[in-house]
């Protein structure tokens, strides 16, 4: 016998009874037929480095071609050519990453290819049509169909003029909150929340020449459950990126309290516990969830249907993931004991690390930086009540020191801080109701807030969509102050000038 | 070039994936006999056994074929273990596609030699999440001790002794259950 027969394959009854009655499943297959590699060359691995060579020597670029093309080695530009230059250095970059999870959804994309099997993976790739309807998937659902007409109309109404922001939802008996953008710009979703009836909804639609076009209520699975409207609330919308073969992802509640994780495109339900904020990886068809599963709020990896543990942390709960640019780090909350600390988890090593750490205070909502290097939080840190936050900045790194760079914001009803795509900002609802709220870019340099003239107050949830050189904002707001007698909020846009 | 077993066992996991990222296809068979459970494992609770060697030896080819592109040599395991779930997931979705999923997926294929208690312990431990049958089932019916899954999964050893507790505790439940 040995102390723990399960980990250390010792004798037990059980375990032994277990596995005698499994034995016939086991595998003794040989290895399989192998075909030909592929040329050593070919692989990125080489590329990379020959491309690293390259910049070290200022010579030459070289870039290999497939067996489809005409092979061999492509003489490019001298490194004295901006735009050569600059691809080598992406060249470089890829290569240092290692072996990320990303590397290998690309390593396994290509070996379906070689394989001859991707032609008949997938059951998301019709989008059909153009159109935003496209957005949703509904055609890709091969289960129930979650998506119903709304029963209480939110219509598409523009009443912009001038230069400032453009409400794009009529104001109804709820507040919008936490807008998102699709990543192709095609759609946006939203939550209405109505307080007097204590429900929120999520609310779809697609985001056409800036106007929110035939706009859905996300209801899950109301059919045959013998519960209304809104008993199953559906929340923490999180889109997929582009190009997926899944659309999107939310947080349902169902009757029993427990809260799963509905994924546009996969057939079954996250079921097991308490899950909440999917929080889609920018590169990558997969996600990072929040589960009490295992009796603690953990963070989890949903990758293609494999339910990774990524924290197991057991005196702590893990919170508010977001994930890095490149895909290869999360940063997130680790709250307990009346305080709570910034952490980076090494998306591939599972290894986090502890970055910012205020004994007795809050940190809180991190989001990393276009470039990885910096991650902004929220904090109580100095402030006169607890319920109240600066906006900090800190490096990746541990052990770096966090700088405040606004003294007062407004803390996002879910989700991170923005940056802008420059890295020299953070978008913030200034914390200020003599001025309305206002939205603001925070420069990370220290030298104060740039007020964003949407002509909106009570401001919240600022979210930035880039497309190209546009840098278009969605947000919420109780509307332009010539109005600010209105109570609920509404969904509006605004094109930040640059 | 590896020569035999007794030497295969001594070589390191990195350097087996280099030898065989020359070409050395003993090496790689050293390889598959090392991670074929683990494999074979992370495919049979998602597939059942009717389609999950099919499943594990594509892949061990699709890993085969771009072994040159693994830019770390010992996190294999990882890699190949992607891989596998990769072509499970897309056999799920071809069968989806011809015929409705079955609510327990290892009755479809299993042995007719399988044990009828055994197609039940099965089947529950396919019902449990993937994050934990896959460890559940290489203990249970590859007979992988913890640290062996450890070192094939690139986990930590705590994390695999806490994952299999985890795992054996619903499963007792959910056998319970299924008794009453």
Do not use: C
Not at chain 1, 82 to 92: H, I, N, S, Y
Not at chain 1, 306 to 327: C, I, K, N, R, V
């Amino acid at each position: 016998m040995t102390d723990d027969p399960l980990f250390d394959g010792g004798e037990d009854a059980e375990l032994d009874r277990l596995s005698a009655l499994l034995s016939p499943l086991k595998t003794e297959a040989p290895p399989p037929p192998l075909p030909s590699q592929a040329p050593l060359w070919r692989s990125p691995v080489f590329q990379a480095l020959a491309a690293a060579l390259v910049v070290a020597v200022g010579a030459v670029v070289i870039s290999a071609g497939s067996d489809d093309e005409e092979g061999g080695l492509v003489l490019v530009a001298p490194g004295g050519d901006e735009g050569a230059t600059g691809a080598a250095v992406v060249a470089e970059d890829e290569g240092s990453r290692g072996l990320t999870a990303d590397g290998v959804r690309a390593l396994e994309d290509d070996a379906d290819a070689a394989a001859g099997t991707s032609a008949e993976s997938g059951d998301g790739a019709d989008a059909g049509p153009d159109g935003v309807l496209d957005e949703f998937g509904n055609d890709r659902n091969s289960g129930d169909a979650p998506f119903e007409l709304p029963g209480r109309p939110i219509r598409s109404w523009d009443r912009s003029s001038g230069d400032g922001a453009r409400q794009i939802t009529e104001s109804l008996e709820g507040n919008a909150h936490y807008p998102q953008i699709s990543p192709s710009g095609k759609g946006i979703a939203f939550e209405v929340n109505y307080p007097a009836e204590r429900r929120t909804e999520l609310w779809a639609g697609g985001l056409v020449d800036d106007q929110l076009t035939n706009p859905q209520l996300l209801l899950h699975d109301l059919q045959g459950t013998g519960f209304g409207v809104g008993k199953r609330i559906t929340h923490m919308f999180g889109w997929a990126p582009e190009e997926s073969e899944y659309g999107f992802a939310y947080t349902v509640n169902n009757a029993d309290g427990q809260q799963q994780i509905y994924i546009d495109g996969w057939p079954d339900l996250l079921a097991d516990g308490v899950n909440k904020e999917p929080t889609w990886d920018p590169t990558s068809p997969r996600f990072v969830f929040t589960s009490n599963r295992t009796g603690n709020g953990d963070l989890y990896l949903w990758d293609d249907g494999a339910e990774l543990q990524l924290t197991f942390d057991e005196t702590h709960a893990e919170l508010y993931p977001s994930w890095a640019p490149a895909g290869d780090k999360v940063t997130f909350v680790r709250a307990g004991k009346g305080e709570s600390q910034v952490m980076v988890l090494d998306i591939n090593l599972y290894r986090s690390r502890m970055l910012v750490n205020f004994p007795s205070h809050d940190a809180t909502r991190p989001s990393f930086s276009p470039n990885g290097d910096k991650v902004a939080f929220l904090s109580n840190k100095g402030q006169d009540s607890v319920m109240k936050f600066g906006l900090w900045v800190v490096d990746a790194k541990p052990g770096s020191t966090p700088r405040q760079i606004a003294d007062r914001v407004k803390i996002p009803s879910k989700g991170s801080a923005r940056w802008t795509p420059d890295g020299r900002g953070v978008i913030a609802v200034i914390d200020d109701p003599d001025l309305g709220d206002p939205i603001a870019i925070v420069p990370i340099d220290g030298s104060g807030p740039r007020t964003l003239d949407t002509g909106t107050v009570k401001n919240r949830d600022p979210f930035l969509h880039v497309d190209g050189d546009r840098w278009l904002l969605a947000f919420t707001s109780q509307g332009p102050e010539a109005r600010d007698e209105r109570t609920w909020y509404s969904l509006y846009l605004y094109e930040i000038p640059h | 070039m590896v020569k035999d077993r007794a030497q295969s066992r001594e070589t390191s996991v990195a350097d087996l994936v280099s030898a065989a990222t020359g070409g050395d296809r003993d090496a790689f068979g050293v390889l598959h006999r090392r991670f074929r459970g683990m494999v074979h494992a992370t495919v049979l609770v998602r597939l059942g056994p009717g389609e999950a060697e099919d499943a594990m030896q594509e892949a061990f080819v699709a890993a085969w074929l771009r072994l040159g592109e693994l830019r770390e040599p010992e996190a294999f395991g990882r890699w190949i273990q992607a891989i596998a779930r990769r072509k499970a997931t897309d056999r799920l979705r071809r069968r989806r596609a011809t015929v409705p999923l079955p609510d327990s997926l290892p009755s479809t294929g299993a042995p007719v030699d399988l044990a009828p208690e055994a197609r039940e312990v099965l089947a529950a431990i396919a019902r449990l999440p993937s994050h934990l049958s896959e460890p559940l089932a290489m203990r249970l019916i590859e007979g992988m001790t913890g640290p062996e899954i450890a070192t094939a999964t690139g986990l930590t050893h705590g994390s695999v002794r806490v994952t299999l507790h985890r795992a054996m505790k619903q499963l007792r439940a959910d056998l319970e259950v299924s008794d009453d």
